[in-house]
T-cell receptor, first 112, second 123 residues
């Protein structure tokens, strides 16, 4: 069966450190992968997209890697801040359509 | 642009009642999605439309759920009759879709823009 797995346990890190979140998938061949941020009581907000033929994508303090052999994406936040505390969701699109399938999300807490 | 607009923001109803959720997508977007989010199951796609046409409704739980998109600027999700297990947050999202949206030069790709959600409680 198809699965998208993210760390189910919350990730707690200290301010200034690099946070690394993992997204693993099975039985998918995604054309691209996206990462979203969700704050309590709000809808998800798009952060980054990475295509199947791209290894790495950066945006300010954010970096995403995509390994189609390992079927894994890593999401990094460098110099983390308390304002980065949120739930982060990965999402895959497969085939020629535009249907996104979301992972369950990982809650990140950045402490002072 | 005001973003994706959903109404109502909160809905409390009794089991057996009809519930109608409304969504106005971002102007110019041609794809609309309805999701349901719970702690147990996460964010699940219920149905999506491209150019007002339903493409995939395999996520709709059962016949009690129905969705319509009569025009490019409005969609509804209806639950009739509602049950306590339908309690969740329902999100609507919109995006661009098409070969142009897959172009590396297109700034928006196929990213989805979510509304604030409707928090539904069925007693």
């Amino acid at each position: 069966s198809q699965k998208i797995e993210q760390n189910s346990e919350a990730l707690n890190i200290q301010e200034g450190k690099t946070a690394t979140l993992t997204c693993n998938y099975t039985n998918y061949s995604p054309a691209y992968l996206q990462w979203y941020r969700q704050d309590p009581g709000r809808g998800p907000v798009f952060l980054l997209l990475i295509r199947e033929n791209e290894k790495e994508k950066r945006k300010e303090r954010l970096k995403v890697t995509f390994d189609t052999t390992l079927k894994q994406s890593l999401f990094h936040i460098t110099a983390s801040q308390p304002a980065d505390s949120a739930t982060y969701l990965c999402a895959l699109v497969t085939g020629g359509g535009n249907k996104l399938t979301f992972g369950t999300g990982t809650q990140l807490k950045v402490e002072l | 642009d005001a973003g994706v607009i959903q109404s109502p923001r909160h809905e409390v109803t009794e089991m057996g009642q009809e519930v109608t959720l409304r969504c106005k997508p971002i102007s110019g977007h041609n794809s609309l999605f309805w999701y349901r989010q719970t702690m147990m199951r996460g964010l699940e796609l219920l149905i999506y439309f491209n150019n007002n046409v339903p493409i995939d409704d395999s996520g709709m739980p059962e016949d009690r759920f129905s969705a319509k998109m009569p025009n490019a600027s409005f969609s509804t999700l209806k639950i009739q009759p509602s049950e306590p297990r339908d309690s969740a947050v329902y999100f609507c999202a919109s995006s661009f879709f098409g070969t142009f949206a897959r172009s590396r030069d297109f700034p928006y790709q196929e990213t989805q823009y979510f509304g604030p959600g409707t928090r539904l409680l069925v007693l």
